[in-house]
């Protein structure tokens, strides 16, 4: 029994060792498949890399074409202003000086025109003003007139209808009591009022 239990064991160690060395040919694949992975993966980056570089060196080339396009630009453009300064000879200053100095005075002398014409119409203004506003003053006074006037005969006008009722009343009062001294008395009183 003794044996059978050590050769129960021993398989059993067999197939044990079997097993481990089959799980070892499954990881070492599986760890074999990673790593291949692994390095399918850094060989992308390489080339991404080498791509990036060949598109680093395009553009530092085109970095330097334009700031060497830039430069070149500068120099001529400093190269004018040399060649211009150059030119300026005592001369030239002198033809330079006199024709601003003419120009400035040809506008100098336009402004005090227009400076001496601004101050003729504003004296125009102000006349129109003052006459305007002494045409003002003289229609209010004429207004103010007319409203005396106005006033004055609406008192008028309401006297006469005053009257003109109170003559209905004694027309009446005539026809009916035929009496014409009392109605003259009263007519002259009335006319007295109108006059004043």
């Known amino acids: 029994m003794d044996e059978r239990l050590q050769a129960a064991i021993t398989i059993l160690s067999l197939l044990g060792a079997v097993l481990a060395w089959l799980a070892k040919l499954r990881w070492s694949e599986e ?17 991404t890399l ?6 680093l060196k395009e553009l530092r080339e085109a970095e330097l074409s334009a700031v060497t396009s830039g430069l070149e630009g500068q120099i001529s453009a400093l190269e004018r202003e040399n060649q211009t300064l ?8 002198q033809e330079y000086y006199l024709s601003t100095k003419e120009q400035l005075e040809k506008y100098i002398d336009q402004l005090k025109s227009e400076q001496q014409q601004t101050y003729l119409d504003i004296s125009t203004k102000e006349e129109t003003i003052s006459q305007l506003e002494s045409e003002r003053d003289d229609r209010i006074d004429r207004l103010g007139k007319l409203e005396q006037e106005k006033q004055q005969l609406k008192q008028k006008l309401d006297l ?6 109170d003559m209905q009343i004694l027309l009446e009062q ?18 007295r009022k109108l006059d004043l």
């Open 31 to 47: 760890f074999s498949t990673a790593k291949e992975a692994q390095i399918s993966a850094l060989r992308e980056q390489i080339q």
């Open 50 to 55: 080498k791509i990036s570089q060949q598109e």
């Open 86 to 93: 150059r030119d300026f000879t005592p001369m030239k200053v």
């Open 160 to 165: 006469l209808r005053e009257m003109l009722l």
């Open 174 to 191: 005539l026809d009916e009591s035929k009496d014409v001294s009392g109605v003259l008395a009263y007519t002259l009183e009335q006319i």
